[in-house]
Structures are given as structure tokens and as C-alpha cells.
């Protein structure tokens, strides 16, 4: 399986990029986004691979972080939302905000990327609110293994919250009220962001 490429950026067609490695050309399909950022033809790019096989194709898909890919498998695990729906929530809404959008619990948020109806924005939510919450946790603070004292897990929300583009200022007070609230981090982050919404 391919998991990573590095070359020259060959051509580039709304969101499918040609990478050259070695004289080799890669069609990669990438999430807008990720194609505004990839420069001009002829210049080197690095994107992290996630390679779908199916009985008909042999597809991939390029992302410019370990966490990008890492949020586009876990949407695709979803019943219904499949690498286009993936890619469209990626590419118009952002991983940032997809993952708050699930933890959150607002349904109306991923709805507004092409392909994700009311229907299957509410499975994503059920499905992922526990996992997204923890692959937060992980891509923040590198290492981090479960925690229980009530301190700590202040300093996971308070990051998990400041990865979402909230200051330091406006979350301290929520940070602290919300992990009275409940012990349970995902809990804690819907919590936050209803209150810094309100």
C-alpha cells in the first residue's frame, strides 16, 4: 500500500493532482484545500496517501498531515459517507472544524458540505463523537495516554478547545466550569463549545 509520496506537482485539475516520483506520474485526489496549498506546477510536494482498493478502482487519496488522513479514514468508516462525502467535508468545512462540529454535536455545521444530507451528518456524529474526541487528544499533545486526575484532563479541553482557534482567555473560566460538569473529555468539549457559542 502506499502511505506517502514525495515529488514534483506535474499537473494539477480541480482536486486531482498528478505527482511525479522518480518518472513516475501518481494521480492523487485530493480535498480543496489541500489543493489551494500545493503550490505551483513544478514545485515539490509531500502528501500523506490513504490507497482505496475496490472491486473496479484503485484510488488515492492525498492529504497534507497524519491527521488529515487520519480524520478522512475515520469519516469513511461511516455508513454513507463514503472518500467523495469525506473529501467534500474536509475540503469545505476543515478537519478542525469537522471535529468539533462531531464532538459538538452540530449536525448543521456538516451539513453544509456538498453530499452530507441532515440524515447522514447525524450517523457521523453518533458514530464518531467518542473516537474524534480522542484522535483530538492525540494529535495535540503527542503521547498523551489516558488520564484521570481532574486537572489534566482541564489541560486536555483547554487544548482541544485553543486547536479549534478559540484564545486562552475566552475558554480558562468555561474550561474550568465545564470539567465540574462532567468527567468524560468529549462531554467536556460539546459542553465548552455550547457555551462559547451562546
Known amino acids: 500500500m502506499i502511505g506517502r509520496l514525495c515529488g514534483e ?22 480535498p480543496d484545500h489541500v489543493a489551494l496549498s500545493l503550490g505551483a506546477i513544478g514545485s515539490q510536494v509531500e502528501l500523506m496517501i490513504r490507497q482505496v482498493i475496490r472491486e473496479d478502482s484503485n484510488t488515492l487519496y492525498g492529504f497534507r498531515t497524519p491527521f ?14 463514503g472518500p467523495k462525502s469525506a473529501l467534500s467535508l474536509l475540503g469545505q468545512v476543515g478537519e478542525d472544524a469537522v471535529c468539533g462540529a462531531i464532538v459538538s454535536q452540530d449536525a448543521k455545521t456538516l451539513a453544509r458540505a456538498s453530499g452530507i444530507g441532515a440524515r447522514t451528518a447525524e450517523r457521523i ?23 484521570t486526575a481532574p486537572k489534566l484532563i482541564d489541560s486536555e479541553l483547554t487544548e482541544a478547545l485553543l486547536a479549534l482557534g478559540y484564545r486562552r482567555n475566552e475558554i480558562e473560566a468555561i474550561s474550568e466550569k465545564v470539567s465540574k460538569q462532567s468527567k468524560d473529555i468529549a462531554e467536556q468539549i460539546r459542553l465548552a463549545l455550547a457555551e462559547l457559542r451562546a
Open 68 to 81: 488529515q488522513r487520519r480524520v478522512f479514514d475515520l469519516l469513511v468508516s461511516v455508513s454513507g459517507c
Open 9 to 30: 506537482l506535474a499537473d494539477l485539475e480541480g482536486s486531482l493532482a498528478l505527482v511525479d516520483c522518480g518518472g513516475v506520474g501518481y494521480e492523487v485526489t485530493i
Open 125 to 147: 456524529i453518533v458514530e464518531l463523537k467518542d473516537k474524534v474526541a480522542e484522535v483530538m487528544m492525540v494529535h495535540r499533545i503527542p503521547g498523551t495516554v489516558p488520564l
